[in-house]
């Protein structure tokens, strides 16, 4: 076995246990590289199938593009597909100009929270398009796709995290976790975060692409400007890179070429040195 | 022509090391100078320290490019194990670097449960210190074999080789009590950066390899390919409503391989099928079979009905199978571990509840030395306890195979601590007794209670020196016979029972089946304890495994009044007339008697 084989082991493992564990298991899809490939990894964890829903939070400011690859791609793989949005936060007309803390706030965190415990719209896709979903269950398990190389307090996480009553995330008191013995028991109210991807980095994320062929949104590749995307996220928050690659290959030899960190187009960073962590102890991903 | 795209870059190995050692001792330090020192770091990241540092009025602080936390980086202290990369020309490296204090052991047991290899760091000012050995302990029972022991902070000692030698002699003597064997001793400065990745002038007396030398020379564990096969039971999938008829095995292989054809057992039930398929999703051909690590799924010839937990293994190439395991821990958790106390045991996808039924030893991890045994181990003690499953267990012993002889125990909510597979001792006789009643559609106990008009329980009479107790049994069990209740009277010797903590009696691996068989069978059983002082005023008989069937106590002292009627323990007055006290006691069993 590779250091691929043994990446994908892993995480194929980690799914495998999340679904035999909770009951109401979700997987948070962004769209983005990292997520699509934990999408991949769960129909090799179970032959072919995605047993659970998908949920992605639409900001109503992603890139349009992603919008459709997520619909097609949701069509064309059968999956459960759900997705939550602050509504009431859109409607007070919420947007990055009063400050993206705030703007991230409600419109991922706010919206993650109440999208997972029921209380906050959720639709489903349909033949017919989107409509409200009937399971308003909170979900106890929610399976996420960050990666521990990404930036400093992701780098801490545990494979199976538990967030408390508030969404909250406790890092000063984890769970011990060893010998692929996960936290699978979980008090009301609460749920557990699963990272299946946590040992994975940039780089493996590609080869993983380029090996398996996944069909990634092409937002990644330059398409003849001499920029593409190294992350994706909502449009006015999110910079290009100056980049001439065109597949997984020349991502990877690109990347193993530079030491500048992926999220340096990710806005929200540059807030606070320690924004993330903030952002991630009140239940972001 | 077509222009050919370009070359995928070929797969680089990786390594997964740990930094451990006392608190302070500059392991956050010498990860982040590796970090920097290898340009495995992004400049703006060392920037954006640089500027902390600043605000904080510190000069530039290595450990801050791990330490990411808000906290940690206020407290100077790492909390929690941090993970990140770094490549030398050899390979890639994952670097946990793990926590020092002993408050975050269950930190260090996370970040140090997914290395390869260590690297255990001591202040060569300090020297050797609690956390030193503790962690040095912990390695050895997490199966980490290849360790290098830094001897860090030379520059606070003057660069001298006497206190490296001693530091060198000291450790190597506790490590050896211990059965662990470090690959080598490095002096280093990680602030000064001697010795971490260039070899500075120092030290000239050191002629051995540098920190990053040292790393590479570790090798990758042989794959566990070659041992007895062992695939736990993860799941076992059937998406009927996805249209998909396959019945599908799932696990990921602990040891050996198997191929499609191959004979395979599943244990503890010793169900014998064999291989059928080998299933996949996009695979790049179909699978042939499987080997250690992998994550797969299997069809099999015939169905057979598998648990998760199960083990699928070769005929002749089992592992044991046992309710009773001598193991050694480690605690983490908020609560000591207690005997009697009642865990949720995991080892590999098998979870079952167990109970502790001793604590044999504890050894203080800051000396190692043994206090002996006691009732309980505190959080952050190692012990060796005996464990009592509810449920037979396959397993291996730790000397034998790692990952199916691993586990951990749950209290509450929380893994509270880790252990490995000694020994696996006797069936639990108490254990064995439960088996024979918890068959589905069995003519079971409620059963006959109803047909027979009345409940089984268990009447205990502590026998006082003027035989009271055997007088009131016999005259109970008359009574009862010509009542038409199913009943049967026992007269226990002092061997027949077993101390269980300071409070319990529990009834002999050779009583207690026959015990449980009767009440069972619907009896109800009377049985008299002998003669002893101390027995007979505090000491209870309590039926383990056996909690839904009714216990009783009766015991003799002079001027008691009895108890009230609804307790499970009275204390009669041996003054009064045997006919009363018969009558008393029939009394307070009314509700389970014929009416």
Redesign the interface.
């Known amino acids: 076995m590779d250091q691929l084989d043994r990446l994908e082991a892993q995480s194929v493992y980690i799914l495998r246990e999340a679904y035999k564990s909770f009951k109401n298991l979700c997987m948070l899809w962004s769209i983005g590289k990292d997520s699509t490939v934990m999408l991949w990894l769960a129909r090799k964890a179970f032959f072919g199938h995605v047993p659970f829903p998908l949920v992605h939070i639409d900001t109503s400011y992603k890139i349009p593009s992603m919008i459709a690859y997520r619909d097609r791609i949701a069509r064309e793989w059968n999956l459960t597909m759900i997705v939550g949005q602050n509504e009431e936060a859109l409607a007070g007309g919420m947007n990055h100009t009063r400050g993206r803390l705030v703007c991230c706030t409600a419109l991922k965190t706010q919206a993650l929270k109440q999208t997972l415990d029921g209380t906050g719209p959720r639709y489903r896709l349909t033949a017919d398009g989107y409509v409200p979903d009937s399971n308003r269950e909170p979900y106890t398990g929610v399976i996420v796709g960050a990666r521990g190389d990404e930036e400093g307090s992701r780098s801490k996480e545990r494979y199976f995290s538990p967030r408390g009553v508030d969404n909250n995330w406790d890092l000063d008191d984890q769970p011990p976790e060893l010998w692929n013995q996960f936290k699978t028991d979980f008090a009301p109210g609460t749920h557990i975060r699963i990272h299946p991807l946590l040992d994975w980095t940039e780089i493996n994320i590609w080869e993983y692409v380029e090996r398996e062929n996944i069909p990634m949104i092409d937002l990644y590749y330059d398409h003849g400007q001499g920029r593409r995307y190294r992350s994706i996220g909502c449009a006015p928050c999110t910079g290009m890179v100056t980049s001439t690659c065109r597949t997984p290959a020349e991502i990877i030899a690109e990347l193993r070429t530079t030491n500048v960190s992926e999220r340096s187009g990710r806005a929200q960073d540059q807030a606070d040195p320690h924004a993330m962590e903030k952002l991630r102890r009140d239940g972001y991903m | 022509m077509t222009t050919s ?5 070929a ?4 390594m997964n090391i740990v930094i451990v050692g006392h608190v302070d001792h500059g392991k956050s330090t010498l990860v982040g100078r590796l970090l920097a020192d290898t ?7 060392i920037e ?1 320290v640089r ?2 540092c600043e605000r904080q009025g510190k000069h530039f602080e290595y450990s801050f490019l ?1 330490d ?4 940690e980086q206020e407290q100077g202290i790492t ?7 770094f490549r030398s020309p050899q390979r ?1 490296y ?1 670097i946990i670097d793990a926590p020092g204090h002993i408050e975050f052991l ?2 260090m ?2 970040g140090a ?2 290395a390869e290899a260590a690297l255990l760091l001591i202040d060569a000012a300090e020297g050797v210190r609690e956390n030193s050995r503790r962690h040095g302990y912990v390695l050895g029972m ?1 199966g980490i074999k290849q360790v290098a022991v830094v001897v860090n902070k030379m520059d606070r000692v003057g660069y001298d080789q006497a206190v490296y030698d001693a530091i060198v002699s000291e450790y190597t003597a506790f490590l050896a009590q211990i059965g662990l064997k470090p690959a080598r001793f490095i002096p280093v400065s990680a602030l000064q950066g001697d010795q971490i990745v260039d070899r500075n002038a120092t030290m000239p007396w050191y002629g051995g390899p540098t920190v990053l030398e040292s790393i590479d020379a570790f090798a990758k564990a042989p ?1 566990a390919e070659d041992q007895p096969l062992r695939m736990p039971v ?2 076992v ?1 059937r ?1 009927n409503r ?1 249209g ?1 008829v ?1 019945r ?1 095995i ?1 696990g ?1 292989v602990a040891s050996g391989r198997f191929a499609v054809g191959d004979e395979v057992v599943f244990l503890p039930s010793g169900k014998r099928t064999r291989i059928a398929s080998v ?4 695979m790049r051909e179909t699978p042939a079979g499987a ?1 250690a ?3 797969t ?1 299997v069809t099999m010839t015939e169905q057979v009905f598998v648990n ?1 937990g199960d083990l699928m293994c070769r005929p002749g190439e089992q592992p044991r199978v046992s309710d009773r395991i001598r193991v050694n821990v480690f605690w ?1 958790g908020r609560e000591p571990l207690r005997r009697g106390r009642t865990y ?1 045991l ?1 080892l ?1 996808t098998y979870s079952g509840l167990c109970e502790v039924e001793k604590v044999e030893e504890v050894l203080d991890a800051s000396a190692l030395t043994s206090p002996g045994a006691r009732d309980r181990v505190e959080r952050h003690e190692v012990a060796r306890v005996i464990l009592r499953l509810r449920r037979p267990l396959a397993c291996d012993l730790s000397d034998e195979l790692e ?1 199916t002889s ?3 125990l ?1 209290d ?4 509270a601590g ?1 252990g490995i597979v000694r020994e696996v001792l006797e069936a639990g006789a108490e254990d064995a007794a439960l088996r024979w009643t918890t068959e589905v559609g069995a003519i079971n106990r409620p059963l006959r209670e109803t047909k027979q008009g009345h409940r089984a329980f268990l009447l205990a009479l502590h026998d006082d020196l003027d035989q009271n107790g055997v007088a009131l049994a016999q005259a109970l069990e008359e009574s009862l016979w010509s009542s038409s209740h199913n009943v049967f009277r026992l007269q226990l010797q002092a061997d027949d029972l077993v101390k269980a903590g300071t409070d319990e009696l529990h009834l002999g691996p050779s009583t207690y089946p026959l015990v449980a068989a009767l009440l069972n069978a619907g009896q109800i059983v009377i049985a008299t304890l002998p003669w002893n002082e101390t027995w007979a005023r505090t000491v209870a008989l309590r039926l383990p495994g056996l909690d839904v069937v009714p216990c009783f106590q009766v015991r003799f002292h002079a001027g008691a009044d009895g108890g009230d009627d609804g307790e499970a323990d009275w204390t009669l007055d041996p003054a009064r007339e045997p006919r009363a006290l018969h009558d008393d006691v029939k009394h307070r069993l009314k509700t389970l008697l014929r009416s």
Do not use: H, M, W
């Open positions: 795209p370009a070359p995928v870059p797969l680089r190995e990786q340009g495995s770091i992004d400049p703006a990241r954006k500027r902390i791990l990411a936390l808000e906290a909390i929690d194990a941090a993970r990140c990369f890639d994952l269950k930190n047991v996370t449960a997914r997490l794959p993860q799941d999938y998406f996805f998909d396959r599908i799932a990921r299933e996949g999703f996009s080997v690590g992998q994550c799924g998760r983490l949720k995991k590999t990952e691993r586990l951990v749950v509450g909510y929380d893994v880790g």
